[in-house]
């Protein structure tokens, strides 16, 4: 008979039990292993264990052009694909000293906005159903599914879009896409209401998520919490406002800053940050700028195929662009950007050629997981999976 | 040497707070700084690491006291091969400042942050797991990503992209 290996038949100490959750564990989103020390029903001590979704993709992107590595970030976390790309983006975009047109900014802050709404649903619908309320699930995926849609209007394809590319957009909107999302802006908050008439006021909901799995601000900054996770233990920070990119600095929004620091306040922050994002769709609509969507820079964009179809240069260029790439002034970069998860950061080291030397992703699933042994010491296995839930993983963000 | 040349001009970086508390600590810790893409960069001695990061925690004006990341990068074959980078982010301030240090190629090691910030403990055992640099002081120095019995450390220049057959 095979040995199991040493970590599953550890024995606790003085009494107490290891009991093992995952990795294939319908609430642990994805591959996750909770190793739980508990005495009685009460957790002593918790490790999650992870690393089963490793894919190397930062050895990848190590091997391909720079231009390559963009549809490798959308497999990372593929529940917000085009934040990924934007933080890619904007890495490169910042070592080659780009300017990208305003359209481009516009239209990149939008689809932005509608991945934060499309991240959230699947959380709120999937941490909602952890907790015994089947119903919200479907709702929500009601709504995602339009943003899917406009997904796919932009990109062809419905999750692993690569829509941004370095430089700007792959492509420009078709006709009727932008009537299409006002629409879907105008009916959503009325959508957001239902959530919350299903959630916030219902009694069962708000025992099993008030007051448990409690981070305070300082264990929160601590142990590295990101996001509403932070916001929720009431840190007061979101890069969208503090250190602006892609024209955020243009936009009105709010904050939502939660001082309990428990699961139902990281559930208020999230669907506050609905309410907020949708905003910003209706602002980035309303004030939508004309003009180009690629920055001018031929030996980086890749030319129309129009273009290609006439001109001898353009031809050139992208047969240059394909074959090798182009070349990135040496230096490094660290671009934040905030994910639905919290601070998504791209470190991109440059050594001058057509292949990044080195990209690092900080993920902020990764970052949040840590806080999960610190929030349920001394809380009920059954709170357990509230407090994975609340911190909205994904496991392709964590493992890379 | 690495490929990007340190700038070593410490006098005109001197007001950025990041800088202002290490060299107010210990000016001798302090390699070199390089201010690029609006980005700070400093280089710190390794066996200086974990106190240099304390004070930049605690520093009165400007506390960095979030840990965004730490990672490396391996300059294989140059030498020293390892550098260790620390992204650290002062939520009150808003500002940021990259940490790093370098170490030889045999058998690296250095003191953890884990005693700093708490959460160093998964950068720390990632940063172990696929460059094999060790964290002296880490309380549960082990392999986060790969198969604990695997061999070899995935992100080193030196090991093949496709892996070994």
Known sequence: MPQLPASFVEPGQDGTLILNMGPQHPSTHGVLRVVMEIEGETIVRLRPEIGYLHTGIEKTCEAKFYQQVVPLTDRIDYLCPMTNNLCYCLAVEKLLGLEIPPKAQWIRVLMNELTRINSHLVWLGTHAMDLGAMTVLLYCFREREEILRFYEMVSGQRMMSSYFRIGGLALEPPPGFFEKVKKFADGFPAKVDEYENLLTGNPIFKMRTKGIARLSAEDAIAFGACGPTLRGSGVDIDLRRDAPYSGYENFKFNVPVRTEGDVFARYVCRVQELRESIGIVQQALAGMPEGPIKADAPKVVLPDREKMKTQMEALIYHFKIITEGFAVPAGEVYQAVESPRGEMGYYVVSDGTAKPYRVHMRGPSFANLQTVAKMCEGQLIADVVAAIGSIDIVLGDCDR | ?165
């Open chain 2, 1 to 165: 040497m690495p490929v990007i040349p340190p700038i070593t001009d410490v006098a005109s970086l001197k007001s950025h707070p990041a800088l202002a508390s290490l060299l107010g600590w210990n000016s001798g810790v302090v390699q070199a700084v390089r201010f690029d893409r609006e980005e700070l960069t400093i280089w710190v001695e390794k066996d200086a690491i974990r106190e240099a990061c304390a004070i930049l925690r605690d520093a009165r004006d400007c506390p960095f006291n979030y840990l965004c990341d730490v990672t490396a990068v391996d300059w294989y074959p140059l030498e020293p091969r390892f550098e260790v980078v620390y992204h650290l982010l002062s939520i009150s301030a808003k500002e940021r400042v990259r940490v790093k240090t370098r170490l030889n190629g045999s058998s690296p090691a250095l003191e953890s942050v884990t005693s700093v910030w708490p959460s160093a403990n998964f950068y720390e055992r990632e940063v172990f797991d696929l460059f094999g640099v060790r964290f002296t002081g880490h309380p549960n120095l082990k392999r986060i990503m790969m198969p604990d019995d695997w061999e070899g450390h995935p992100l080193r220049k030196d090991y093949p992209v496709e892996g070994y057959r």
